[in-house]
Every structure is written in C-alpha cells, then in structure tokens.
C-alpha cells in the first residue's frame, strides 16, 4: 500500500504561481506512475497531468500544457506539480494519485491509489 499526502495548495492571484508535493509513504515510488487530477465545484474530477515510472515521461492536459509542470524525486519519495500563470479556472482541489508500474493514462479509475487532495484557490 502507498499512502499519499498533497501539500502546497493556497489562494494566489491570478498569473501567479503554486508548486504542490506529494508525499508518498509505504512504498517507494520510483515504480509508480503518478498522476495529478482536481475537481472544481459541482465538477467531476479530471486528469490534469501525470509522470511515468522508469523514464519519468510527462503528459498534460490541453488546459494546462505549458503552464504546468510535473516532476519527481524517487529519493525523497515526492512529486511535485509546479503551476505557473495561474488561471482562476485553475481554482479546484488537486489531487495525487499512484498506480504501480503502468503506463500514463488520463482516466481516474486506473489509478489505484489517492490524497485526500488540496485546495488551490485563484482569484481575478
């Protein structure tokens, strides 16, 4: 089993920036695909971006290509989602998810493992 806790979330202005963690615990991460999802208000939750175990292969969500970006520490058993140019769009609770040695796929039923999310709060 793998745990996972999401930190970083916050209220930001509109342009501005966010990075969230992900911890992980009780496995390591480094055979885990890992993905970010959120969920705005009276939304279902949707895929935002993801990173591959093994090569560390990235893939984004249309909404957020260019402006996100996903990366991982194995050794410190921590992925990251660094946020820029912040949207009030982007306003939702994130959410870090895991799956075990499979490949980048955006729908939330293949990941197995979930935090209790983040709110990320951006104002105009």
């Known amino acids: 089993q793998v745990q996972l806790v999401e930190s970083g979330g916050g209220l930001v202005q509109a342009g501005g920036s966010l990075r969230l963690t992900c911890a992980a615990s009780g496995r390591t991460i480094s055979s885990y695909t890992m993905g970010w999802f959120r969920q705005a208000p009276g939304k279902d939750r949707e895929f935002v971006a993801a990173?591959?175990?093994?090569?560390?292969?990235?893939f984004y969500a249309d909404s957020v290509k260019g402006r996100f970006t996903s990366s991982r520490d194995n050794a410190k058993n921590m992925v990251y989602l660094q946020m820029n140019s912040l949207k009030p769009e982007d306003t939702a609770v994130y959410y870090c998810?895991?799956?075990?040695?499979?490949?980048?796929?955006?729908?939330?039923?293949?990941?197995?493992?979930w935090g209790q999310g983040t709110q990320v709060t951006v104002s105009s």
């Open positions: 998810a895991a799956k075990l040695k499979a490949p980048i796929t955006t729908g939330r039923d293949s990941y197995g493992y």
């Open positions: 990173i591959s175990w093994g090569a560390g292969n990235t």
